[in-house]
């Protein structure tokens, strides 16, 4: 047996069943590709079942509330997904009359769908003769051919692309899927592979040259931005203040009031001249992919609404409002405090 036969053998006796892979709906298939981006799958079931439990198909997405949407998505961070997913079924129910785009580039056309996606989803569900090329994949692919190549840079994703297109199988979905599990499970990142457990031990180049933990070239990642916030925990009477988050990172989802920057308590006095009480918060620092947060906080007690924010219980917070995982130790800590 080639390469492509044995890791078509191995993906068909040992591919986990998960979900999403009881059928080859495209529905499913695209929830579960675009929460896989950026998390892990053992996180990803659960938010998929309950996603799929309250949305199960693409005229109950394109309908659903954006608030009552990003609540769905808390937890699994980079919220302009699930816009982007919204919008894309809005697209398929106004341009395909609800059914989900037959071809490579009527599913690139959608909103959020990268050529990976659209890869995936045409492979799986419609088994055209598309690669789905993500770093998973890359990495294997380098390492099988001994390729010594910078996996960072796109050229090298078009010329790996070109070339697993050109020795792609009929079932290119279970090839693309095969690849991308082999990657998750066996010929894992960081110098680490499984060889021992490898359907292509035998064909590896890299292994056999004894160079897999060199493979692919490590390119040292750019220093994350960082950038300091103080968030205000605003209390009057039993509520407690949120505001839309008007630009930037994590724009137009909710968050507790903050300014760039520590503030000191001289600062706090200034802006609130007339506080019942103040004292100083938890810290913590939360890091987004390119950047990294370093946040302080200030327990703030008032004794009227302020109108330029919402005010709303802990349990409202907790139960209507979807707050990005950076706010998430405040929350906790403000339920601790009230309820000691
Ligand atoms: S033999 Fe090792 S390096 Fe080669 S593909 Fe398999 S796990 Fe990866």
């Known amino acids: 047996m080639n390469c492509v036969e044995l890791i078509l053998k191995w993906y068909c006796d040992n591919k986990r069943m998960l979900p999403w892979r009881m059928d080859h709906d495209p529905y499913h298939v695209w929830i579960s590709e675009i929460m896989l981006q950026q998390t892990r799958i053992e996180a990803v079931i659960d938010y998929y079942q309950r ?4 949305l199960p198909n693409i005229k109950a997405l394109s309908i659903i509330s954006e608030d009552e949407l990003l609540k769905l998505w808390e937890g699994l961070g980079y919220y302009s997904r699930a816009r982007n997913l919204k ?7 106004e341009d395909y009359d609800g059914e989900f785009p037959h071809t490579y580039s009527d599913i690139l056309s959608l909103p959020g769908i990268g050529e990976y996606t659209a890869g995936a989803i045409s492979s799986i569900c419609f088994h055209l003769p598309e690669v789905a090329i993500d770093g998973n994949v890359m990495r294997v692919y380098s390492r099988i051919c001994d390729l010594d190549l910078d996996i960072s840079n796109p050229k090298t994703k078009k010329q790996i692309g070109n070339e697993i297109r050109s020795i792609l199988p009929e079932n290119s979905g279970d090839f693309n899927q095969g690849m991308m599990e082999l990657g998750e499970v066996i010929c894992i990142p ?7 457990l490898c359907p292509v031990k035998y064909h590896c180049k890299a292994h056999l040259n004894g160079r897999e933990s060199l493979i692919p070239r490590k390119i040292k990642s ?3 931005l960082e950038e300091e916030y103080t968030l205000l925990l605003l209390k009057c009477n039993h509520k407690f203040a949120i505001c839309k988050r008007k630009e930037g990172l994590l724009k137009n989802m909710w968050e507790f009031p903050n300014y760039q920057g520590f503030l000191t308590y001289e600062d706090i006095h200034r802006l ?7 004292k100083l918060g938890i810290t913590n620092t939360h890091i987004f992919t390119h950047k990294k947060w370093f946040m302080n906080s200030y327990y703030i007690e008032l004794d009227h609404y302020i109108d330029s924010y919402l005010w709303v219980t802990l349990e409202e917070i907790e139960n209507d409002y979807a707050l990005p995982s950076a706010f998430t130790p405040f929350l906790e800590e403000l339920k601790k405090n009230i309820h000691n």
Do not use: H, Q, T, Y
């Open 190 to 196: 960081n110098g680490n592979p499984k060889c021992d």
């Open 272 to 278: 609130f001249p007339d506080l019942l009480s103040v």
């Open 222 to 224: 750019k220093e994350k």
């Open 87 to 93: 919008k894309a079924a809005i697209k398929i129910m």
């Open 51 to 54: 996603f799929m439990k309250r």
